[in-house]
């Protein structure tokens, strides 16, 4: 008897002197290829959640340690990406507020490897309240949300081109209620030359301290007046756009204009903004060579953009990779750089001790197409293919059944 | 052109003359070839409904299918789709969804929360065609056509739900008071007949009242009845259902799903498919998958279908607790049933022409000269993949079906890999 015990003490002890001994893993993610930019990781390691966070990423966790282990071998593991500009306040109405051309976003986030998603804008102070209730506290995706300068947000040219709704100090009060969720301002959307929306909404920016963004349509303003107004740390989403209203980022020459280098030097952040109409080859391509790569990879998910050339998040990431840009300098713009831009520095890592937001996925091979904003196509030879995601420790998707016991047909 | 030299000497009268003959050529030529909007070359047509399984070439125009045949000549063509190696069939049907999508955050699935927004699941996977399957009643029917059906750019059905408030919460589904088998028949009949399409009993707790009723309203509409039937504690007899209750046409949905407790499955304890099944399938009585959150288990489908119990129809049960779990899309679905055996052709027939059959719209799913041009390119892939059932078991297999291209009513809807894009020119 006593032995028996000697023998359980001791192969209990390197267990113990482990953070995550005998059975308090709940979930073990192994050999998978980690990338977790913020940490500085890019090899194969394992991934030990508790509670719904990270307790340990490290190589060679011990199995015997965990009460689920998820094989992810020839996979790779990173933080759960953050889409920074989506349009997700769906509803019935006509429109994008409380309307139909928003998307639900868990029909299109769980599946792409997206766990924060971030709406720009299509609510304002009015009915943030109204899109708190229906959506954001209905979802399992994480959602968090710029608030509209205009107080009901995208509802229409009437409310939108309202100078009397756009009320700082109101929407700074919503932001206070609600700083868990409210992460910034958003000016867009307005036609007026008038500057006041533009002011109004900085100056909501700088009393809460957050970052403004600078959406489209707002034809009248200069794409140089807006870039020089705005602070170091905002955000210019549709980036690569090439459409009459605004002026693009790069000149007749293929070549980026010399105020939005200055802006890019400044620490102005750019947003790809994908959406239906929002990203061309033609800029994004001699913009990305001359070293203007975009911050983030908001998709401008809507229900415009959903069947388009953007699809979806992953696609949007898969298409820089076939334009160039380096797997792991993918992933760093789709975790740790968005949720610094929204000043959300406890997301986008797998470091100890952060929520458990985890994507796994696997790089297809094959012989892939991607399409812009104007129908133009470029190839690529990889895409990347969500197999498993975690929402705060809890499995929301799982493509090929990775976390399930194999039917056993008798 | 040779022109001969005696008719030089006339040249005037020669130039008009050639060209009245080359207008005539075009307009000949034309005819034939030169007035395909989109073309879509060297696929392998599957369309069950006129018996064609190999390589031909699409060419639509104006939103309708032209022409089904090998070697139509790219002259004149405006858009040309390689398809080669990729497989060509009518756009898919999905005859079991919920989509009548809002906001009221008392109700459950009419106008709540748990149904979703038709376009962004269909096209996506084939997808051109869904049949809602019952989350509006008489009552709230026009606000579901109103609200979804007349936004979507996916063609949306329904069949009507027996309870005047369709699938607004689980109580209100027990409410003989308000299922009026009248009502729901003018609803079809006299107002809606171009979208309602049947009839849905689902989510009752009690005896036969519920799809007796929905029978009546079947026979006064003169159009099928679909019935989920669990629920019940203990269960009623679906030999009974499938026998006595329900006509030959009529359907019976979630035919794959293990909940014993509550529903009396199709394969008994023995892994042994019930005699009356296969009678009953004979007698006419449609199998639906509906495969759902919680209406698809292995133990159940791999049996059956080992058997040689194939389900009719293919079908996702669409709604926010299948979307993300075992169920995934419709491509998946009809995937899983390839693992198990099913040929692709069979997996095809049942997500077209037998739909379109069991609904009573003999227009769709196939692509006849003068259909509607709504038409899936899918691609078969190769690999190691796994599919889940609503139980957490994985069944492994080594081939899934992708959507490349999606065409509804002659408009691209979907274009996974720009096939039909032009290659981004550098130098532009």
New interface residues.
């Given amino acids: 008897m006593l032995k028996k015990i000697f023998v359980c003490v001791a192969l209990a002890l390197p267990g113990a002197a482990l953070p995550g001994a005998a059975q308090d893993i709940d979930l073990l993610l192994k050999n998978g290829h980690v990338i977790d930019p913020r940490n500085q990781i890019d090899a194969r390691m394992d991934v030990a959640i508790t509670d719904g966070k990270i307790v340990q990423v490290a190589a060679g966790i011990p199995e015997a340690s965990a009460k689920k282990v998820i094989d992810a071998g020839g996979m790779y593991v990173s933080p759960g990406f953050i889409d920074i500009h989506t349009h997700v306040f769906v509803g019935s109405n006509n429109g994008f507020a409380n309307g139909i051309n928003s998307i639900s976003p868990d029909d299109f986030t769980c599946r792409a490897g997206v766990t924060t998603v971030v709406d720009a804008g299509t609510s304002g102070w009015r009915n943030f309240p109204t899109f708190k209730e229906q959506v954001i506290d209905q979802s399992k995706t994480r959602i968090l949300a710029f608030l509209s300068i205009g107080g009901l947000g995208l509802s229409g040219k009437a409310a939108q081109e309202n100078l009397d709704d756009m009320v700082p100090d109101s929407a700074v009060w919503m932001l206070k209620e609600h700083p868990e969720t409210i992460v910034g301002i958003k000016i867009g959307h307005y036609e007026g030359k008038d500057w006041t929306p533009f002011e109004r909404a900085l100056e909501a920016a700088d009393k809460s301290r957050v970052p403004l963004l600078v959406e489209c349509h707002l034809p009248q303003y200069s794409l140089e007046d807006q870039l020089r107004r705005m602070r170091p740390g905002d955000i210019i989403t549709h980036s690569f756009e090439k459409v009459s209203e605004r002026m693009s980022v790069v000149d007749d020459n293929g070549m980026i204009r010399p105020f939005v280098k200055e802006a890019q030097k400044r620490g102005i952040l750019f947003d790809v903004g994908h959406g239906g109409a929002g990203f061309w080859f033609s800029e994004a391509m001699p913009a990305l060579e001359q070293g203007l790569a975009p911050n983030s990879f908001g998709t401008d998910l809507h229900r415009f953009s959903v069947n388009a050339g953007m699809k979806d998040m992953l696609n949007v990431m898969s298409k820089y990779m076939a334009m160039g840009m380096k797997l792991e300098d993918v992933i760093l713009r789709a975790t740790w750089l968005p949720a610094k831009s929204i000043r959300r520095e406890d997301l986008g890592n797998l470091s100890k001790g952060s929520v458990a937001d985890v994507a796994v996925w696997s790089l297809r091979k094959g012989k892939f197409g991607f399409v812009d904003a104007g129908g133009n196509r470029i190839e690529g030879d990889r895409k990347l293919e969500t197999e498993l995601t975690l929402r705060e420790g809890k499995i929301v998707w799982d493509l090929n059944g990775l976390s399930a016991k194999k039917f056993d047909a008798r | 052109m040779v022109i001969h030299k005696k008719l030089v000497r006339f040249y005037p009268l020669t130039m008009a003359l050639v060209i009245l003959l080359c207008a005539f050529f075009n307009k000949v030529q034309g005819q034939q070839h030169q007035e395909i909007d989109i073309l879509i070359k060297g696929g392998h047509v599957i369309d069950p409904r006129n018996n064609i399984n190999g390589l031909m070439d699409v060419a639509i125009r104006e939103g309708k299918i032209l022409q089904v045949a090998p070697n139509i000549p790219v002259t004149g063509a405006k858009r040309i789709v390689d398809a080669k190696g990729l497989y060509v069939t009518p756009g898919l049907i999905d005859m079991h969804v919920h989509v009548f999508?809002?906001?009221d955050?008392q109700a459950y699935i009419a106008?709540g929360?748990t149904s979703?927004?038709p376009?962004?699941?269909t096209?996506?996977a084939g997808v051109t065609t869904v049949v809602d399957a019952g989350s509006s009643g008489w009552r709230n029917f026009r606000l579901f056509k109103e609200?979804t059906i007349d936004?979507a750019q996916t063609r949306v059905l329904a069949l009507l739900n027996i309870v005047g408030t369709g699938m607004h919460g689980r109580f209100e589904e027990q409410d003989v008071a308000d299922m009026n088998p009248v009502m729901t028949a003018h609803m079809i009949k006299k107002l809606f007949p171009q979208i309602i399409v049947g009839i849905k009993s689902a989510h009752y707790w009690g005896d036969f009242t519920q799809v007796d009723l929905a029978v009546e309203a079947g026979k006064l509409a003169n159009v099928p009845v679909m019935v989920d039937f669990g629920e019940h504690d203990p269960p009623n007899s679906i030999e009974s259902l499938f026998m006595e209750h329900l006509r030959p046409g009529d359907i019976f949905t979630h035919t794959f799903s293990y909940g014993p407790k509550q529903r009396e499955t199709i394969v008994d304890e023995n892994?042994k498919v019930k005699p009356f099944v296969f009678a009953a399938q004979k007698r006419g009585l449609i199998f639906d998958v509906g495969h759902g959150g919680g209406a698809f288990s292995?133990?159940q489908a791999?049996?059956a279908m080992k058997q040689g119990f194939k389900p009719n129809v293919i079908s996702t049960d669409l709604h926010?607790q299948s979307?993300?779990g075992?169920m995934?899309d419709l491509t998946n679905v009809m995937s899983k049933f390839i693992s198990m055996g099913m040929t692709l052709q069979d997996a095809v027939a049942r997500t077209t022409v037998n739909p379109a059959s069991v609904i009573n719209r003999p227009e769709l799913g196939h692509l006849s000269p003068g259909a509607e041009a709504d038409v899936a390119v899918l691609n078969l892939r190769k690999g190691?993949?796994?599919?889940?059932?609503v139980r957490?078991?994985?069944?492994?297999g080594n081939q899934k079906l992708e959507a490349e291209l999606t065409i509804r009513a002659g408009k691209i809807?979907?274009?996974?890999?720009?096939?039909a894009?032009?290659?981004?020119?550098?130098e532009?």
Wanted: a negative charge; zero cysteines.
């Fill in positions: 999508i809002g906001n955050l106008d929360q979703v927004s376009d962004g699941f096209f996506r609200q936004r892994g292995w133990r791999v049996p926010t979307m993300n075992g995934k190691d993949f796994g599919f889940l059932d957490g078991a994985k069944l492994k809807v979907w274009d996974l890999n720009g096939i894009a032009q290659v981004w020119d550098h532009e």
